[in-house]
């Protein structure tokens, strides 16, 4: 550990107690994109208390923070803060109970089942070591809070509401995700690391009948099989072994019962690539094989198509990833890593790309070190360890948030001047 990293780092101990309280109490209270309202409040409120200059309500509700400290490069570092409609099923003493009222009016259980109450306790964390050791760096630093990850629309918000204006231009932009990882791992890597996302809804169009009469219909629910079927043959056939991408359909909707064919049946599908020509030549032939697929079945309409989701590919800066990656190993040891390619996705890349400054995101592990390595014993890693998104993932408390705090102070000190 670098002097300039102990100096700062040394008071990680003087706050772990608080920063576990205020996780937990996040954990309890979880709010869906773009109504983080008391999330938000905790954030600006630390924030100010600090002696950061805050703005809030950019894009909704995000939050920025900044601590000008002298000469010396600007960073920025980013946490989301939105929850998921998922009823959490983790046993945890401070599981969630929240429910939220969907846009359709009904009650939605609401749970932080991504961990991005780590990367808000832990980007906190980050704001208060480097407010308490102002001596030891030399700088601007911005606390980035954003909205509404999950739904891909908190980045851009923001951006449209002048984030670009309202905080000083960083020099880098940082980032991190917790993960299905042991806890106290961290991994780095440059270049491509999180998909691009697309996901599309498809209306075909067939013509109703009775369902003793098949012959006097048009019939979409098998021109809907018809397609799921052949939308299989996209990365299988038309990929090199080589290129990743996965074509996944995750609903299809049609008909009121068994004995009426339907007029119109509605596919549902998500896209994941990790480079622009490829994602081009994925959603080209989901078109063709639509358009094929109704053709051959005598559809009498063309079919629609919407693009209800995107998020961009995540590619890291080669330069600015190489800067964090030998920082982490000085600090971290054997726990840093190359990580593997994600199929998650992100919109966090929007932000730097506002700017026109290189980033860097990186992964870190959540997950109970013990419990990881009996199931990698076993081969059931894929069985036994909770993934992003699942009812039962809650970040072991412990060595995470200490990681996900020592990630984001290490690697703004690789710039901050000393």
Not at 111 to 140: F, I, K, P, S, Y
Not at 229 to 244: F, G, N
Not at 273 to 278: G, L
């Amino acid at each position: 550990m670098t002097d300039r990293n102990r100096a700062v780092l040394s008071g990680l101990s003087g706050i772990r107690s608080g920063l576990e309280d205020l996780y937990r109490d996040l954990h309890r209270h979880p709010e869906l994109g773009l109504r983080e309202h008391r999330t938000a409040k905790k954030v600006s409120d630390a924030l100010r208390d600090l002696g950061y200059e805050v703005t809030d309500g950019i894009g909704g509700t995000g939050v920025t923070g900044v601590l000008a400290n002298g000469d010396g490069p600007t960073v920025m570092a980013r946490a989301d803060m939105d929850a998921l409609p998922v009823r959490e099923r983790t046993g945890l003493p401070y599981a969630s109970t929240a429910t939220l009222t969907g846009p359709d009016g009904t009650e939605q259980p609401v749970m932080h089942a991504c961990g991005h109450d780590v990367h808000v306790t832990a980007l906190l964390g980050c704001a208060r070591l480097l407010a308490e050791a102002q001596d030891a760096w030399r700088g601007t630093f911005v606390a980035l809070f954003q909205p509404s990850e999950e739904n891909g629309d908190g980045a851009r918000a923001m951006i449209d509401d002048g984030l670009t204006t309202r905080v000083p231009r960083p020099d880098v932009v940082l980032a991190q995700h917790v993960l299905p990882y042991p806890a106290g791992y961290v991994g780095t890597r440059p270049g491509p690391f999180l998909s691009a996302a697309d996901s599309l809804r498809v209306t075909v169009h067939g013509r109703g009948a009775h369902g003793s009469m098949p012959q006097a219909a048009v019939d979409p629910v098998v021109m809907a099989a018809m397609i799921v079927v052949r939308l299989q043959t996209i990365v299988s056939r038309e990929l090199a072994a080589t290129t990743p991408a996965v074509v996944t359909v995750g609903s299809i909707r049609a008909g009121s019962g068994p004995n009426v064919i339907p007029d119109s049946a509605v596919v549902e599908l998500n896209v994941r690539t990790y480079d622009t020509a490829t994602r081009t030549q994925v959603l080209k032939a989901i078109e063709r094989i639509v358009r094929a697929e109704c053709e051959a079945s005598g559809s009498p309409a063309e079919p629609e198509f919407e693009r209800t989701a995107a998020f961009p590919p995540t590619v890291n800066d080669e330069e600015a990833t190489r800067r964090v990656a030998e920082a982490f190993a000085a600090h971290f040891g054997d726990d840093a890593h190359t990580i593997d390619l994600q199929t998650a996705s992100e919109d966090m890349s929007e932000i730097p790309a506002a700017f026109g400054v290189p980033f860097t995101y990186w992964g870190i592990g959540g997950i109970d070190p013990g419990r990881y390595a009996e199931a990698a014993r076993k081969g059931t890693v894929a069985q036994d360890v909770p993934v992003n998104h699942s009812p039962a993932f809650a970040p072991v408390v412990q060595p995470t948030l200490d990681t996900g705090v020592s990630a984001l102070t290490v690697a703004a000190l690789a710039w901050l001047g000393g």
